[in-house]
């Protein structure tokens, strides 16, 4: 079973940064896609950005220039990078998972929340 932790959330500034990280337990970490999705109040759940096991990436249109994706195969570990931050960009982001048999997995969530 595929654990999945988030860290790095909190209160950030309009036109701050913050990191979010997500480490994953078990050993098909990098076999598996990595993505960030993130669900405002009242809206539905969005892909936010999107990392393949090559390191192939893709972002939402809102985000791009904005936001990184990055792995760590080593560490189990995917990131976020978030610059500029807007507060539209409030919302619960989660990590997720996707394995070789499209398996998917979840992350707990944690709370961006960009206000001044």
């Known amino acids: 079973q595929v654990q999945l932790v988030e860290s790095g959330g909190g209160l950030v500034q309009p036109g701050g940064s913050l990191r979010l990280s997500c480490a994953a337990s078990g050993s098909i970490f990098s076999r598996s896609a990595m993505a960030w999705y993130r669900q405002a109040p009242g809206e539905q759940r969005e892909l936010v950005a999107r990392?393949?096991?090559?390191?192939?990436?893709n972002y939402a249109d809102s985000v791009k220039g904005r936001f990184t994706i990055s792995r760590d195969n080593a560490k189990s570990t995917v990131y976020l990078q978030m610059n500029s931050l807007k507060p539209e960009d409030t919302a619960v982001y989660y990590c997720?998972?996707?394995?070789?048999?499209?398996?998917?997995?979840w992350g707990q969530g944690t709370q961006v929340t960009v206000s001044s």
């Open positions: 990392i393949t096991r090559f390191e192939s990436t």
């Open positions: 997720n998972l996707v394995d070789l048999f499209r398996q998917s997995y």
